[in-house]
């Protein structure tokens, strides 16, 4: 059970909108910053948003970040065949005092 | 370029040790934090530790503590995990990964190394 709650699955055509979720507690995402990573099969994760909503350079503004509360949501805009991977939202957990991530969605693009 | 290899994975008995390394270039390696990130087998991220820059604060997920150490020496641009009392639960790739604070902003991430567990 991870401290991070991500729906197991996401899908959409390619152009589609898609939004995965996340959400947390006032320790986690309530009180920290919320990171979103992208893990193609087979290779290490890729940071894709950090700080909630910022983009490292090289990452399409196809991917946008945001939070509310104790939530936050990925969206990808304008779906391709290669955006199918794992996606990932973590954040800094004050009570446990450690890094915690989600459990992980599988974005298939139909 | 910035870079992170990781190495000392391998198969070990319940019970047993491994040492983990990651060897660091391509930036100041002293001036970022750094994390063990593991992944079972078809499975999601679990954060493992972390260190600071000098070494003196370090963090470690409740499922390891008292089992495995997080250490660095900044004059060899590398850093470690010293893993005891191995569990098949530990059974992982193990990346490394850097970051500017004890946040979870790694980037970038070394190729993994596997450790398995198992008699």
């Known amino acids: 059970q991870s401290v991070l709650t991500q729906p197991p699955s996401a899908s959409g055509t390619p152009g589609q909108r898609v939004t995965i979720s996340c959400s947390g507690s006032?320790?986690?995402?309530?009180?920290?910053?919320v990171y979103w990573y992208q893990q193609l099969p087979g290779t290490a994760p890729r940071l894709l948003i950090y700080?909630?909503?910022q983009r490292p350079s090289g990452v399409p503004d196809r991917f946008s970040g945001s939070k509310s509360g104790i939530s936050a949501s990925l969206a990808i805009s304008g779906l391709r065949s290669e955006d199918e991977a794992d996606y990932y939202c973590?954040?800094?957990?004050?009570?446990?005092?450690?890094?915690?991530f989600g459990g992980g969605t599988k974005l298939t693009v139909l | 370029e910035v870079q992170l290899v990781e190495s000392g994975g391998g198969l070990v008995q319940p019970g047993g040790s491994l040492r983990l390394s990651c060897a660091a270039s391509?930036?100041?390696?002293?001036?970022?934090?750094m994390s063990w990130v593991r992944q079972a087998p078809g499975k999601g991220l679990e954060w493992v530790a972390n260190?600071?820059?000098?070494?003196?604060?370090?963090y470690y997920v409740d499922s390891v503590k008292g089992r495995f150490t997080i250490s660095r020496d900044n004059t060899k641009n590398s850093f470690y995990l010293q893993m005891n009392s191995l569990r098949a639960e530990d059974t992982a790739v193990y990346y490394c990964?850097?970051?500017?604070?004890?946040?979870?902003?790694?980037?970038?991430w070394g190729q993994g190394t596997l450790v398995t567990v198992s008699s």
């Open positions: 990964a850097t970051g500017d604070s004890y946040n979870p902003e790694f980037d970038p």
């Open positions: 260190i600071r820059q000098d070494g003196n604060e370090i």
């Open positions: 973590a954040a800094w957990d004050d009570s446990l005092r450690g890094a915690v």
């Open positions: 391509g930036f100041t390696f002293s001036s970022y934090w």
């Open positions: 700080r909630d909503n």
């Open positions: 006032r320790s986690s995402i309530g009180s920290n910053h």
